[in-house]
């Protein structure tokens, strides 16, 4: 099986502009969750969807924003963007019968903002 | 908000010697991951303990996940150079759904 794929790899952006990245998940997963890391911060959660409903969302300031797609496909969004947004981007699926919160992740978007 | 927290944050070592990694927190949680991060890509799942007192093994790695589910660590036994890298635990809240709380990390650098 295909593992979770991200794209892209890599984006650089200029402070106040937007931003889309995108997820695939695992064949079969119909979660998706997506995390910022970063190195003052850590791992932190963004927002779940299944079955294209956002299930869970973290403390995040509304400029993030995320869907998901009938094919599990799945996209974030950050608008006016900000140099604290410069950050590793994962995504993660799961399958609803994996153990709970047993979860893969992609490589990860690197974005920097200028 | 149901924190983790992992110590060390850094350790270094040298090739076959073990280290131990431990993930506490004040809140029990219903399951403890572990994963394993390198440079440049997205964390690995190592292994989930879900029962308070579970000890898991993967070749060179256990996993204990304590009595009250609170806290978890991983030891590595003669550790190689193919085991750095980024150790973090994770734990879903008690509440469905797949959002996972992260420990800062650990780093772990094997020396040869």
């Known amino acids: 099986k295909a593992g979770v794929t991200q794209t892209p790899r890599y984006l650089i952006k200029t402070r106040g502009q937007q931003v889309t990245l995108s997820c695939s998940p695992i064949?079969?997963?119909?979660?998706v969750s997506w995390y910022q890391q970063t190195p003052g911060q850590g791992l932190q959660f963004l927002f779940e969807y299944f079955s294209e409903t956002q299930r869970n969302k973290g403390n995040f300031p509304g400029r993030f924003s995320g869907r998901q797609f009938s094919n599990s496909r799945s996209e974030m969004n950050v608008s006016t963007l900000e140099l604290g947004d410069s950050a590793l981007y994962l995504c993660a699926s799961s399958s609803r019968e994996a153990l709970v919160g047993e979860q893969f992740f992609g490589p990860g978007t690197r974005l920097t903002v200028l | 908000t149901q924190l983790l927290e992992q110590s060390p944050q850094f350790l270094s070592i040298q090739e076959g010697e073990n280290l131990t990694v431990y993930c506490n927190s004040s809140s029990v949680f219903s399951s403890l991951q572990w994963y394993r991060q390198e440079p440049g890509e997205g964390p690995v799942l190592l292994v989930t303990v879900v029962t308070g007192g579970e000890v898991k093994k993967l070749k060179r790695l256990t996993f204990q996940f304590g009595d009250a589910r609170k806290d978890s660590s991983l030891h590595i036994t003669a550790a190689q150079p193919g085991d750095t890298g980024l150790y973090l635990c994770?734990?879903?809240?008690?509440?469905?759904?797949?959002?996972?709380?992260f420990g800062g990390g650990t780093r772990v650098l094997v020396k040869p």
């Open positions: 064949s079969g997963h119909r979660s």
């Open positions: 994770a734990g879903p809240p008690s509440a469905a759904g797949n959002k996972l709380t």
